[in-house]
Nanobody
């Protein structure tokens, strides 16, 4: 089973940018789709974006046009480029295969805090 480590989070002002990285312990090439998810305080975890092996991506409506997901199979890494950040983007961000459920194994996540 592939284990992941998320990184790149931090504190940023509204309008700023961050790039999140998800490093996998094994090959992600065989995984059909990888996703970035987030969980804001008091809310359920939600899908932010997912990308297939063929680089087809979908995004949550709330991040369309601002976030970009990409994957580097050679480096076993998935990225999430986040621009024009808003306070409502504040959450802990996780990556995992897509689809993933609560009973799947999850990493520690990386915290993103956007100040107004």
């Amino acid at each position: 089973q592939v284990q992941v480590v998320e990184s790149g989070g931090g504190l940023v002002q509204a309008g700023g940018s961050l790039r999140l990285s998800c490093a996998a312990s094994g090959s992600i090439f065989s995984i059909d789709a990888m996703g970035w998810y987030r969980q804001a305080p008091g809310k359920q975890r939600e899908l932010v974006a997912r990308i297939t092996r063929g680089d087809s991506a979908i995004y949550a409506d709330s991040v369309k046009g601002r976030f970009t997901i990409s994957r580097d199979n050679a480096k076993n890494t998935v990225y999430l480029e986040m621009n024009s950040l808003k306070p409502e983007d504040t959450a802990v961000y996780y990556c995992n295969k897509y689809p993933a459920y609560a009973y799947n194994s999850w990493g520690q996540g990386t915290r993103v805090t956007v100040s107004s």
